[in-house]
């Protein structure tokens, strides 16, 4: 009776390692689906840019007009110089964003030297020539990304009248905030522009 209970023991806990082992697997799968498809809407956005990468090789494989500019910052003597490298490129039409834009870029910017375990932030930037098509704009794109999000924060500022001024949305795709993760800001109040930035950090295999 004994040696039977055992060998039913045995075969319940390998069948229960097993269904661990299947239920894993499949959230596996689920996640990277959901990674890919969070990504190829973020190269969407960015223009058909591939941006899990390093930012010189995207530049390179982009068939973008980008500026480039290198600026030394600190002193030699000191042994603090520091060199700081940007690319930008200027766009007027996007293909997601039905509003009329009165200006829009992309914007890279990191310290030399350009390793993999570096933290990028690709800026991309809009100005609208009115309130309304901005918020519409920015809910549109919060929809959009919403549903990749395995934790979102959400930063807002009141002021008097003026009701909410400026608004940050953060996606992120792991629960412990590490990257990649893409942010969402409009700011009511900015030199009577109406500008919705957009920030991704992608995460660099």
């Not at 058909?48 to 910052?73: A, R």
């Amino acid at each position: 009776m004994n040696k039977l209970l055992s060998i039913s023991l045995l075969l319940t806990l390998t069948m229960s390692s097993c269904d661990t082992r299947e239920n894993e697997s499949h959230e596996n799968k689920i996640l990277e689906k959901n990674d890919n498809a969070f990504k190829s809407e973020v190269q969407k956005l960015y223009l058909g840019l591939n941006l899990n990468q390093l930012p010189s090789k995207v530049v390179k494989e982009s068939k973008l007009d980008f500026e480039f500019e290198k600026n030394i910052y600190g002193s030699e003597s000191k042994g603090n110089l520091k060199t700081l490298v940007s690319f930008i490129t200027l766009y007027e039409n996007h293909p997601n964003i039905n509003s009329d834009i009165k200006k829009g870029s992309i914007l890279i910017e990191y310290y030399e030297p350009e390793k993999i375990k570096n933290v990028y932030g690709w800026d991309l930037r809009m100005l609208f020539k009115n309130e309304l098509d901005m918020i519409i704009e920015y809910d549109k794109l919060i929809n959009q990304f919403e549903k990749y999000s395995l934790k979102t924060k959400v930063y807002e500022k009141e002021k008097d009248e003026l009701g909410i001024v400026f608004k940050t949305t953060v996606f992120h795709l792991s629960v412990d905030e590490k990257f990649p993760s893409i942010s969402f800001h409009y700011n009511k109040l900015f030199d009577n522009s109406y500008p919705i930035n957009i920030t991704y950090n992608p995460k660099l295999d």
